[in-house]
């Protein structure tokens, strides 16, 4: 038997390969390229998972989206997918989700996403975070009053501090430092000045618009520039103390005396531009401001980027030497009679009571003063930022839509006659007017419109970092996880049918109310009296800032009305913007209207041939072409059209001349169909009278007959005194009231062969005002 030994073992015949350090890098290339997707996917997932929990939590309705609205990527692609998703898949796949991904979503949907949702209080859930949408006056109450627990997201905020910390950009002990020393220059002084400003600057605009006509102007298709630029001189007057001048008008020893400066109209020493191109340019390029940084702006070979430096850089210079030269009055004890926000910083900047006092994160040690320098210009830049868009895009909308609602607009023009007469409105007393321009028409305009398109529409809060936080919705408590992102659908809550009263059914949209149309006189007390009144009526936080609606109209319930925020972080410039509205109003709708131009329909001369029934035709074309224009607004910063692609081009007509809108009756009624458009006059008192007997009646109602034919007098006639019963007891006019109070109740039998003989004589124009009419009832 044979035994074998183990012997040594065979060598390992494996071979291995080795890797060049180029193929090892590329390897790990591979896998970092696989992993780090993975990775991504994964944490999005987990991320995901943790935030439909939370939601869950909370017990409120959620809608789940795939992606965050407010990433980078989103913002730089979203309209591209979107498009692709609504053009290529069912609705069933995509509609009750993909309205939130646009960033305008709030605006597009306006009240509807909520009345879908059955829920004024819902969360959105994506794979980066969750966001609460609040169209609940009383929620929002509760947050705007609990500042702790639900703070502003001063994060969000950190791209307002372009030239120094602020107001804005500042919470807790630090914003109580910024908010005691801006709100001094907010007061009934400054806004009496305000109001003698804004009517010079709006006479100003109103000379630029007319060109010397005394009739009509020309086709305006600068009416959105023109509001900006008299925004932007009435807030430099308020804000610096500085009068910008339109052009032709002159700095007189008048201005001078009221403590107003002129800063030339030419860049002297080291400037490239005057102060008015600076303070436009940093505006228009606000964007890039906000973005970029400064070391990017002065070496970035683009021109985009040199012109924001250029207007950055002399902003801050002509912000500098106004600080200088206010230091130095306010230090030698010198006394100015103008307005000036700025002056105010110093004023407070050098109180001598400050300098023991304990100094914020990030405040510096400067000439004993609790705010620097930086902090006194930053608050003035973004002082300027907030009071100009809003104000400019305010004017410019309401205009719009006083063209587009005629009745509306001459019940603005009939208080404001009533208030002014024909008198000089350099003449015009503030402490006697104001209430007057906001307990009325005037004021109901104003917050009408603020009501519709809000400057802003959302206001972002977040819960507390530190701690969960509970709110109360519809009786029901819900608590709310730490951190979670809060806006307040403004444009939403401006809509929602609990708080607000209506007329009935939408001209605009067709639904149950009237929320989505113009409609100032539901701020009137006698219209709005069967909705209950709410407002507090306490003052707000230090300065004078107003209430957001006069005590003389409709006070809607707080948080409900929001176009000034509201609790401590409400607007500081609340009155003073409301002030220059209600001027700016009340001078250009006292002598004059504004209707909307046709010249894409009509010249002027085919106009003038045109009977009523073709001109609401082509009226209606133009009424619609607005509203749709209106419908493309985006937030940017504030609501507003995009300047220079899209606008609507209006007239200023001096009363009396108007074109169209003295046939055009829109007032509100709680019937189904609320939109009365003459088409013929059916009073045989009128049809009776000869046609120097009908031009002559039109000029003592103060209603211009301006060569128009006998059936178009009757028809203006028969409108105004329609609108007018009022006059059933003057001589002149009685048979008109008398005979159609017969006419009411005539028989059946006659009121039938009336009818016929209407038809008759109106069935030449009949098809064609009936299209007329029945647009302008869809669109007006």
């Given at each position: 038997?044979?035994?074998?030994?183990?012997?040594?073992?065979?060598?390992?015949?494996?071979?291995?390969?080795?890797?060049?350090p180029?193929?090892?890098?590329?390897s790990?290339?591979?896998?970092?390229?696989?992993?780090?997707p993975?990775?991504?996917?994964?944490?999005?997932?987990?991320r995901?998972?943790?935030?439909?929990?939370?939601?869950?939590?909370?017990?409120?309705?959620?809608?789940?989206?795939?992606?965050y609205?407010?990433?980078?990527?989103?913002?730089?692609?979203?309209?591209?997918?979107?498009?692709?998703?609504?053009?290529?898949?069912?609705?069933?796949?995509?509609?009750?989700?993909?309205k939130?991904?646009?960033?305008d979503?709030?605006?597009?949907?306006?009240?509807?996403a909520?009345?879908?949702?059955?829920?004024?209080?819902?969360?959105?859930?994506?794979p980066v975070k969750?966001?609460?949408?609040?169209?609940?006056?009383?929620?929002i109450?509760?947050?705007t009053?609990?500042?702790?627990a639900?703070?502003?997201?001063?994060?969000?905020?950190?791209?307002?501090?372009?030239?120094?910390?602020?107001?804005?950009?500042?919470?807790?002990?630090?914003?109580?430092?910024?908010?005691?020393?801006?709100?001094p220059?907010?007061?009934?002084?400054?806004?009496?000045?305000?109001?003698?400003e804004?009517?010079?600057?709006?006479?100003?605009?109103?000379r630029?618009?007319?060109?010397?006509?005394?009739?009509?102007?020309?086709?305006?298709?600068?009416?959105?520039a023109?509001?900006?630029?008299?925004?932007?001189?009435?807030i430099?007057a308020?804000?610096?103390?500085?009068?910008?001048?339109?052009?032709?008008?002159?700095f007189?020893?008048?201005?001078k005396?009221s403590?107003?400066i002129?800063?030339?109209?030419?860049?002297?020493?080291?400037?490239?531009?005057?102060?008015?191109?600076?303070?436009?340019?940093?505006?228009?390029?606000i964007f890039?401001?906000?973005?970029?940084p400064?070391?990017?702006?002065?070496?970035?070979?683009?021109?985009?980027?040199?012109?924001?430096?250029?207007?950055?850089?002399?902003?801050k210079?002509?912000?500098?030497e106004?600080l200088?030269?206010?230091?130095?009055?306010?230090?030698?004890?010198?006394?100015?009679?103008?307005?000036?926000?700025?002056g105010?910083?110093?004023?407070?900047?050098?109180?001598e009571?400050r300098s023991?006092?304990?100094?914020?994160?990030?405040?510096?040690?400067?000439?004993?003063?609790?705010?620097?320098?930086?902090?006194?210009?930053?608050n003035?830049f973004?002082?300027?930022?907030?009071?100009?868009?809003?104000?400019a895009?305010?004017?410019h909308?309401?205009?719009?839509?006083?063209a587009?609602?005629?009745?509306s607009?001459?019940n603005?023009?009939?208080?404001?006659?009533?208030?002014?007469?024909?008198?000089?409105?350099?003449?015009?007393?503030?402490?006697?007017?104001v209430?007057?321009?906001?307990g009325?028409?005037v004021?109901a305009?104003?917050?009408?419109m603020?009501r519709?398109?809000?400057?802003?529409t959302?206001i972002?809060k977040?819960?507390?970092a530190?701690?969960?936080q509970?709110?109360?919705?519809?009786?029901?408590?819900?608590?709310?996880?730490?951190?979670?992102?809060?806006?307040?659908n403004v444009?939403?809550?401006?809509?929602?049918p609990?708080?607000?009263?209506?007329?009935?059914?939408s001209?605009?949209?067709?639904?149950p109310?009237?929320?989505?149309?113009?409609?100032?006189?539901?701020?009137?007390?006698?219209?709005?009296?069967?909705?209950?009144?709410?407002?507090?009526?306490?003052?707000?936080?230090?300065?004078?800032?107003?209430?957001?609606?006069?005590?003389?109209?409709?006070?809607?319930?707080?948080?409900?009305?929001?176009p000034f925020?509201?609790?401590p972080?409400?607007?500081?410039?609340?009155?003073?913007?409301?002030?220059?509205?209600?001027?700016?109003?009340a001078?250009?709708?006292?002598?004059?209207?504004?209707?909307?131009?046709?010249?894409?329909?009509?010249?002027?001369?085919?106009v003038?041939?045109?009977?009523?029934?073709?001109?609401?035709?082509?009226?209606a074309?133009?009424?619609?072409?607005?509203?749709?224009?209106i419908r493309?607004?985006?937030?940017?910063?504030?609501?507003?059209?995009?300047f220079g692609?899209?606008?609507?081009p209006?007239?200023?007509?001096?009363k009396?001349?108007?074109?169209?809108?003295?046939?055009?009756?829109?007032?509100?009624?709680?019937?189904?169909?609320?939109?009365?458009?003459?088409?013929?006059?059916s009073?045989?008192?009128?049809?009776?009278?000869?046609?120097?007997?009908?031009?002559e009646?039109?000029?003592?109602?103060?209603?211009?007959?301006?060569g128009?034919?006998?059936?178009d007098?009757?028809?203006?006639?028969?409108?105004?005194?329609?609108?007018?019963?009022?006059?059933?007891t003057?001589?002149?006019?009685?048979?008109f009231?008398?005979?159609?109070?017969?006419?009411?109740?005539?028989?059946?039998?006659?009121?039938?062969?009336?009818?016929?003989d209407v038809?008759?004589?109106?069935?030449?124009?009949k098809?064609?005002?009936?299209?007329?009419?029945?647009?302008?009832?869809?669109?007006?």
């Amino acid at each position: 038997m044979l035994i074998q030994v183990p012997g040594p073992a065979p060598p390992d015949q494996t071979e291995y390969t080795v890797l060049s350090p180029n193929a090892a890098m590329a390897s790990l290339l591979v896998i970092v390229l696989v992993a780090l997707p993975l990775y991504w996917v994964f944490a999005k997932l987990t991320r995901f998972r943790r935030n439909l929990k939370d939601a869950k939590s909370t017990g409120l309705p959620y809608v789940i989206i795939p992606v965050y609205p407010i990433s980078l990527f989103w913002i730089i692609s979203g309209k591209l997918w979107l498009k692709l998703i609504n053009e290529t898949w069912p609705d069933s796949w995509h509609k009750s989700w993909s309205k939130f991904l646009s960033p305008d979503w709030t605006w597009n949907e306006l009240y509807d996403a909520h009345r879908e949702m059955g829920s004024d209080v819902f969360l959105t859930v994506s794979p980066v975070k969750n966001t609460i949408w609040i169209a609940d006056a009383e929620v929002i109450h509760q947050m705007t009053t609990r500042q702790v627990a639900f703070p502003k997201p001063i994060k969000d905020y950190k791209v307002l501090d372009v030239y120094g910390r602020n107001v804005v950009t500042t919470e807790g002990p630090e914003w109580r430092m910024h908010r005691k020393a801006t709100a001094p220059g907010f007061n009934e002084k400054n806004n009496a000045l305000v109001f003698t400003e804004s009517i010079a600057q709006a006479q100003g605009m109103i000379r630029k618009w007319m060109d010397g006509s005394d009739k009509s102007s020309r086709t305006l298709d600068d009416i959105p520039a023109d509001s900006m630029r008299v925004a932007l001189h009435i807030i430099s007057a308020m804000g610096f103390g500085v009068r910008l001048l339109w052009p032709g008008d002159v700095f007189s020893k008048e201005d001078k005396d009221s403590g107003l400066i002129h800063m030339g109209d030419k860049p002297v020493g080291d400037h490239t531009m005057t102060f008015e191109k600076a303070l436009a340019s940093v505006l228009d390029d606000i964007f890039v401001l906000m973005l970029t940084p400064r070391w990017l702006l002065k070496t970035a070979p683009v021109k985009g980027a040199r012109g924001a430096w250029e207007s950055y850089k002399n902003w801050k210079l002509y912000m500098e030497e106004l600080l200088e030269k206010k230091l130095e009055a306010e230090l030698a004890g010198e006394k100015t009679l103008g307005m000036d926000i700025m002056g105010a910083l110093v004023k407070s900047a050098t109180d001598e009571g400050r300098s023991d006092q304990k100094k914020s994160p990030g405040q510096l040690e400067s000439n004993k003063r609790g705010l620097t320098d930086e902090n006194i210009i930053g608050n003035s830049f973004v002082m300027l930022l907030a009071g100009h868009e809003t104000t400019a895009n305010t004017i410019h909308f309401a205009l719009m839509e006083l063209a587009m609602n005629p009745s509306s607009q001459r019940n603005l023009q009939k208080e404001v006659h009533t208030l002014f007469g024909d008198s000089d409105p350099k003449t015009w007393d503030y402490a006697d007017s104001v209430n007057k321009l906001l307990g009325g028409m005037v004021g109901a305009t104003m917050n009408e419109m603020l009501r519709l398109m809000p400057p802003v529409t959302n206001i972002p809060k977040s819960v507390s970092a530190n701690q969960d936080q509970t709110i109360v919705v519809d009786g029901q408590k819900h608590t709310l996880p730490k951190g979670l992102y809060i806006n307040f659908n403004v444009v939403s809550a401006h809509r929602n049918p609990k708080y607000w009263p209506s007329k009935g059914v939408s001209k605009v949209s067709g639904k149950p109310d009237d929320l989505d149309d113009f409609v100032p006189e539901r701020w009137l007390k006698q219209d709005a009296a069967d909705h209950v009144e709410e407002d507090s009526e306490e003052e707000d936080f230090g300065g004078f800032t107003g209430k957001s609606s006069s005590s003389q109209l409709f006070r809607p319930a707080r948080g409900s009305f929001l176009p000034f925020s509201d609790g401590p972080r409400s607007c500081l410039g609340r009155r003073l913007a409301q002030v220059e509205l209600i001027a700016m109003l009340a001078v250009i709708f006292q002598k004059y209207s504004i209707e909307l131009a046709v010249d894409e329909w009509a010249s002027d001369e085919e106009v003038a041939k045109m009977s009523v029934p073709e001109k609401l035709e082509v009226y209606a074309k133009a009424v619609k072409k607005a509203k749709a224009v209106i419908r493309t607004a985006s937030s940017m910063i504030t609501l507003k059209l995009n300047f220079g692609q899209t606008y609507i081009p209006a007239r200023l007509v001096k009363k009396g001349e108007e074109r169209f809108i003295q046939y055009i009756d829109n007032r509100p009624s709680s019937a189904t169909t609320n939109t009365c458009v003459a088409t013929m006059s059916s009073s045989s008192f009128l049809q009776k009278m000869r046609k120097a007997q009908l031009e002559e009646l039109a000029t003592d109602l103060e209603l211009s007959p301006n060569g128009q034919k006998k059936a178009d007098l009757e028809i203006l006639i028969d409108s105004y005194l329609t609108r007018h019963p009022e006059l059933s007891t003057d001589a002149r006019v009685a048979s008109f009231y008398k005979r159609r109070s017969t006419t009411h109740e005539l028989s059946p039998v006659k009121k039938e062969q009336l009818s016929a003989d209407v038809e008759k004589i109106a069935k030449v124009t009949k098809r064609r005002a009936t299209k007329a009419a029945d647009e302008l009832t869809n669109s007006v």
